[in-house]
Structures are given as structure tokens and as C-alpha cells.
């Protein structure tokens, strides 16, 4: 074969029938790198990408088995082992390896493979001798999102824990910018807190969000500080949105106003007596048109760093460090 499309190293007998199936271990390509290969390789397949565990699995005639043996657990290891004993006879199944440790069961894996694929020379040099058809491949760059950032009058940041995400009031902020007849886009960053999964803490509302913005909304991924700090300086507006109202504790928020963006969050009867609407913040129940113009939104920017230097940790430090009440 020639090197664009791999090199068979030493032939024999293999399954020549088109693959019908891909099967992995991870399977979020946020999260993962073979997981987000394998994504990309199912599409440009036109075939789906399943876990090797899941009992459909059994049901295709001739499946692509890519992982990486260093990311299974323990349990996940002796399970793979069930999946080879109890997978179809007639099932063909070919692997795509991206790493070899010499397990027993990645011994046993290549010995019930038509093909074995691998990622690179120095695989091939390893697994060529055990196995009559390992064919050197490669791992493309797959990106999810390979398009540039439209470009955009408005700018909307948002950053926070994903878990805490409310795609809800968005929509009334999509509404509000739509007012404007600018052009907008969304850019969303986001962090998981311990204890939370990805996929049932970003993805579902990263979705809603995708309904509700379409191409407007940017994923950002997970922003250093650095990043953030830099999205905060130049954007036109940060948003945040809470169940009933924006909190004194809300992190997020008074790292915006540090940085002298206006933030637009939602008010209620506990939130901080000095965020006020128009002045140091903007409110998105009280909102009926966007500021836009240069000096109003410089203004309200300079009361949101003089809310934050009120707020700061050398007054909390203050706060703690005074003499208790007397009279207890």
C-alpha cells in the first residue's frame, strides 16, 4: 500500500467487508482524545461510534475496536475480556491501537484481530512480528469546531462552573440583542465542578444554548485565568444567570466587575444592595434595550471596579480581622 493510505507490513488473511461500526471506550470527544479520533472517524465513515460495552455492539458484522489500553480501569479491563469471549464468532473485527503496554489482554485482543491498525512506526515495529496484517496508520487533527469565530458588534462573555449554566434566561437575552440589528456572538467557557459529569452538566445546556444562539454561540472550552481575564477586558458585555438571583458569593460576577465589565445577571431581594441597574451592572429583568454606545458602557464598567474594590480580599481580611461584637 502506498504511505498516504498506511503500509502493510506483512499480509495475510483479513477482513475485507466495509466496517459497520466503531467501537470505543470514552466516548465524549470533549474529554478525551481517542473518543474525539474516533468521532471524527465514524463520520467520515457514515457508520456509528458506540462503547465496545454496549450490548448492541454484538449485533454488526465487522466492527473497529480503537482505543488505548492505558486509559481502562481495573474493572473495565476484566470486562474487555468478556467482551472477547462473548462477541459473535461470525463478527469480523479489526483494531486501531494507539498505544501498546504488552498486557496479556491486549495479547489476546490482537490475537482475535483480522487487522490490527496502529498510530505510528514505532507500533508497527512492535506488533509487525506478532500479527501476519498490522497496518501503520496515523491520527489525523480532528477539531470539533474548525471555523473561524464570526465576526461580531457585540460581544458576549459568560465563564462559570458548567453545572451552575442557565440556558433559560438567555433567550430573553437573545431577544434584546436581536433589538439591536447588530451582529452578536455568544462566547461560552466553562469549568466542571467535582462531582459532576460532563455530559450531564455541560452538554445538555452547551445544547440548549446551540438551540437558542445557533452559530452565534462559541465554546471556549475550559479558559486559563489568563484567558479569561483577557475575554473580560475586551468584551462587550459578561453574563451570568442564577435560579432566583446573583448573590454577594458569586464569584464570577465580581471577577467581571474586578475587570470593569458590565455584567448582565439577574437581580432579587438578596442580592447585593449596591448592584444597581443602569449604574454598576445591568439587569436582565429590568432590561429593555442594550447601552451600546462607547462612553455609557465605560462608565458603567468604572462603577462595577469601584463596586469590586469595595468588595475586595483586603476588605474581607479587614472584615474578618475585626474585634467580635461585645456582649456575647
Not at 50 to 64: I, R, T, Y
Not at 276 to 284: A, C, E, P, T, Y
Amino acid at each position: 500500500m502506498s504511505a498516504v493510505t498506511g503500509r502493510l507490513l506483512t499480509r495475510g488473511a483479513g477482513g475485507t467487508s466495509d466496517m459497520d461500526c466503531v467501537l470505543g471506550y470514552h466516548l465524549t470527544p470533549f474529554t478525551c482524545g481517542i473518543a474525539r479520533f474516533n468521532d471524527a472517524l465514524g463520520r467520515e465513515l457514515n457508520i456509528p461510534v458506540l462503547s465496545l460495552f454496549a450490548p448492541e455492539a454484538s449485533g454488526f458484522g465487522h466492527v473497529l475496536l480503537s482505543i488505548k489500553l492505558s486509559e481502562f480501569n481495573s474493572e473495565d479491563s476484566e470486562r474487555l475480556a468478556e467482551f472477547l469471549a462473548q462477541r459473535p464468532a461470525a463478527q469480523l473485527l479489526d483494531l486501531f491501537l494507539h498505544d501498546f503496554s504488552d498486557t496479556p489482554i491486549e495479547q489476546r485482543l490482537i490475537d482475535a484481530a483480522d487487522r490490527v491498525f496502529v498510530g505510528n512506526a514505532q507500533l508497527a515495529g512492535i506488533l509487525g512480528p506478532r500479527h501476519p496484517a498490522v497496518v501503520e496508520a496515523w491520527c489525523p487533527g480532528a477539531l470539533l469546531q474548525a471555523r473561524e469565530f464570526p465576526e461580531a458588534e457585540i460581544s458576549v462573555f459568560s465563564f462559570g462552573m458548567a453545572h451552575k449554566l442557565r440556558a433559560g434566561r438567555y433567550r430573553r437575552l437573545k431577544s434584546i440583542l436581536d433589538q439591536t440589528g447588530r451582529t452578536y456572538g455568544v462566547y461560552l467557557s466553562t469549568a466542571l465542578h467535582e462531582g459532576t459529569s460532563f455530559e450531564g452538566s455541560f452538554m445538555a445546556p452547551f445544547h440548549e444554548m446551540t438551540e437558542i444562539f445557533g452559530e452565534r454561540v462559541n465554546f471556549l472550552g475550559f479558559l486559563s485565568d489568563a484567558a479569561v481575564f483577557n475575554y473580560l477586558r475586551f468584551c462587550t458585555f459578561f453574563t451570568a444567570f442564577f435560579p432566583d438571583g446573583v448573590r454577594a458569593n458569586n464569584t464570577s460576577v465580581h471577577v467581571a466587575m474586578q475587570c470593569g465589565a458590565v455584567a448582565i445577571t439577574n437581580l432579587d431581594a438578596y442580592s447585593p444592595a449596591e448592584f444597581q441597574h443602569g449604574v454598576n451592572m445591568l439587569d436582565i429583568d429590568q432590561l429593555q434595550s442594550l447601552p451600546l454606545d462607547k462612553t455609557t458602557l465605560e462608565t458603567i464598567g468604572a462603577a462595577a471596579r469601584q463596586f469590586a474594590a469595595r468588595h475586595s480580599f483586603d476588605a474581607l481580611a479587614a472584615l474578618l480581622r475585626a474585634p467580635a461584637p461585645t456582649g456575647r
